[in-house]
């Protein structure tokens, strides 16, 4: 019995050793690890971060009548351009009941006033010729003539004011039911006119559309809404995450989805200084300012994307960020520098910004140092093939 154990000991020993034996034997028949290299090069590293929105006119400015009243006709479209005091719409009067009662009232009320004005002017007239008289033969002082002119050029005066109250009463009258009247002219409130030089946006209404007057307790019926499409900005929105990087006056590159291989500058000049919550993230609004896009028509409303330059290095010495390697003691980087064949020495370098890709080299190589790929994928060993 103890022989046979023995025996068994014996052999499995022996297999365990033939085992370890041609395992060493395939490690020695496999490829020495070779390590390639890469050398520095200049290029312009751009950190930035992206932010989506839409381009908009700097200004829109909305057209809307003085009086309220229905579309009688239009005389401009979407996409034409108009200047300052071009006839946009024409509006038809339909008159309040009791406002145009209460102006025909207003009426008959400084015509009463007028004829008393006359009673009482032809009344002091008289007087005056009698008592100019009396005066002129001496018979009364200048005191007492005095008194007499003053009441009459008084009463001429209120013959001349209820004069001038009449027509006004009879101009309201006029505008309340038609909207104009003689002597406005080109200022017309039943014209509609621009009130700035630009291209027209949109045109909400049409002939036969009911519209409001603007006032203190409504914003009005909308005409038409015009802009000067040569002065746009980007508007858009940008994560929490990211507002804390940006500030006012960055230099922002704006790429239109509608308008292909080709990009615009422009300067962000506000960021909004409340966040509002979007889909359970907060998003901040920017704006930014296209700079002259004299060579291009961009529509308002395109939608856009904006990167948002934070840093720029250009023209400057860099290497792929892969091949820097950091002390697991000092956290520092470093670069390992070939020296021979497959022989390298560590090099301690300062880096600036990076994109994720490439990363700048303030100083410790040069641009003639092999720098050792560290983390290439290793090829197949022999054994596995």
């Given at each position: 019995m103890?022989?046979?154990?023995?025996?068994?000991?014996?052999?499995?020993?022996?297999?365990?050793f033939?085992t370890?034996?041609?395992?060493?034997?395939?490690?020695?028949?496999?490829?020495?690890?070779?390590?390639?290299?890469q050398?520095?090069?200049?290029?312009?590293?751009v950190?930035?971060?992206?932010?989506?929105?839409?381009i908009?006119?700097?200004?829109e400015?909305l057209i809307?009548?003085n009086?309220?009243?229905?579309?009688?006709?239009?005389?401009?479209?979407?996409?034409?351009?108009?200047?300052?005091?071009?006839?946009?719409?024409k509006?038809?009067v339909?008159?309040?009941?009791?406002?145009?009662?209460?102006?025909?009232?207003?009426?008959?009320s400084?015509?009463?006033?007028?004829?008393?004005a006359?009673?009482?002017?032809?009344?002091?007239?008289?007087?005056?010729?009698?008592?100019?008289?009396?005066f002129d033969?001496?018979?009364?002082?200048?005191?007492?003539?005095?008194?007499?002119?003053?009441?009459?050029?008084?009463?001429?005066?209120?013959v001349?004011?209820?004069?001038i109250?009449?027509?006004?009463?009879?101009?309201?009258?006029?505008?309340?039911?038609?909207?104009?009247?003689?002597?406005?002219?080109?200022?017309?409130?039943?014209?509609?006119?621009?009130?700035?030089?630009?291209?027209?946006?949109?045109?909400?209404?049409?002939?036969g559309?009911?519209?409001?007057?603007?006032?203190?307790?409504?914003?009005?019926?909308?005409?038409?809404?015009?802009?000067?499409?040569?002065?746009?900005?980007?508007?858009?929105?940008?994560?929490?995450?990211e507002?804390?990087?940006?500030?006012?006056g960055?230099?922002?590159?704006?790429?239109v989805?509608?308008?292909?291989?080709?990009?615009?500058d422009?300067?962000?000049?506000y960021?909004?200084?409340?966040?509002?919550?979007?889909?359970?993230?907060?998003q901040f609004?920017i704006?930014?300012?296209?700079k002259?896009i004299e060579?291009?028509?961009?529509?308002?409303?395109l939608?856009?994307n904006?990167?948002i330059?934070?840093e720029?290095?250009?023209?400057?010495m860099?290497?792929k960020?892969?091949?820097?390697q950091?002390?697991?003691?000092?956290?520092?980087?470093?670069?390992?520098?070939?020296?021979?064949?497959?022989?390298?020495?560590?090099?301690?370098?300062?880096?600036?910004?990076s994109?994720?890709?490439?990363?700048?080299?303030?100083?410790g190589?040069?641009?003639?140092?092999k720098?050792?790929?560290?983390?290439q994928?290793?090829?197949i060993?022999k054994?596995?093939?």
């Amino acid at each position: 019995m103890k022989r046979t154990t023995t025996v068994i000991i014996l052999i499995v020993i022996v297999a365990s050793f033939t085992t370890a034996l041609i395992y060493l034997w395939q490690k020695n028949q496999e490829d020495p690890i070779t390590y390639t290299t890469q050398m520095a090069s200049n290029q312009t590293i751009v950190v930035k971060t992206m932010a989506t929105g839409s381009i908009v006119p700097k200004e829109e400015i909305l057209i809307k009548p003085n009086i309220s009243g229905v579309v009688e006709e239009v005389f401009i479209e979407a996409g034409e351009f108009v200047k300052q005091g071009d006839l946009i719409a024409k509006i038809r009067v339909i008159p309040n009941v009791s406002n145009l009662t209460s102006a025909k009232n207003n009426i008959a009320s400084n015509r009463t006033s007028l004829e008393t004005a006359e009673i009482n002017f032809k009344t002091q007239k008289a007087i005056y010729d009698r008592q100019k008289e009396l005066f002129d033969k001496g018979v009364i002082a200048a005191n007492e003539f005095d008194q007499v002119n003053n009441t009459y050029l008084q009463a001429k005066q209120q013959v001349e004011q209820s004069r001038i109250n009449v027509t006004q009463a009879r101009q309201n009258y006029d505008i309340i039911k038609t909207g104009t009247t003689s002597g406005l002219g080109n200022v017309a409130q039943t014209q509609v006119r621009a009130t700035v030089s630009g291209m027209i946006l949109d045109v909400p209404v049409k002939a036969g559309n009911q519209v409001i007057e603007a006032n203190n307790f409504n914003e009005g019926t909308s005409i038409a809404s015009l802009a000067d499409v040569k002065k746009m900005i980007f508007e858009g929105k940008i994560d929490e995450s990211e507002v804390g990087k940006i500030k006012e006056g960055l230099p922002l590159e704006i790429t239109v989805g509608a308008i292909e291989n080709q990009k615009f500058d422009a300067i962000l000049d506000y960021i909004a200084p409340k966040g509002i919550a979007e889909n359970g993230a907060i998003q901040f609004e920017i704006k930014g300012s296209l700079k002259t896009i004299e060579s291009t028509f961009i529509r308002a409303g395109l939608s856009a994307n904006a990167s948002i330059i934070l840093e720029k290095a250009e023209n400057v010495m860099a290497i792929k960020e892969a091949l820097v390697q950091y002390d697991k003691v000092t956290k520092k980087p470093f670069v390992e520098i070939e020296v021979g064949d497959q022989q390298f020495e560590r090099k301690d370098i300062e880096l600036g910004i990076s994109d994720g890709i490439f990363v700048e080299v303030k100083k410790g190589i040069t641009k003639d140092d092999k720098i050792k790929v560290w983390n290439q994928i290793q090829g197949i060993p022999k054994y596995a093939r």
